[in-house]
């Protein structure tokens, strides 16, 4: 195994590693307990019920589901290749 190879590895299993850490975050806060961060009273005024037209909490899981989903896309391009052994 030549030195860029080893390194090249080594930096995808870094990112391999930021990535899971990554989306475990985005599965606690979508729809988690990170949820109870957002949730409105429900005596809150309309404006305080939602998120440029959406409601606050639909978007706080929008919003997550698009870090999952940049997730798997950067993997995808980045770590998930057949190796070469």
Do not use: D
Not at 44 to 65: I, S, T
């Amino acid at each position: 195994m030549t030195p860029t190879t080893a390194k090249t590895k080594k930096h995808r299993q870094r990112l391999g590693l930021v990535l899971f850490l990554v989306f475990a975050l985005a599965m606690v806060m979508g729809p988690g307990p990170g949820l109870r961060l957002v949730n409105p009273e429900p005596a809150a005024a309309r404006e305080g019920l939602l998120f440029l037209g959406l409601p606050v909490v639909y978007a706080w899981g929008l919003f997550w589901y698009g870090v999952q989903a940049a997730v798997v896309v950067t993997a995808c391009f980045t770590i998930w290749k057949p190796s070469e052994e």
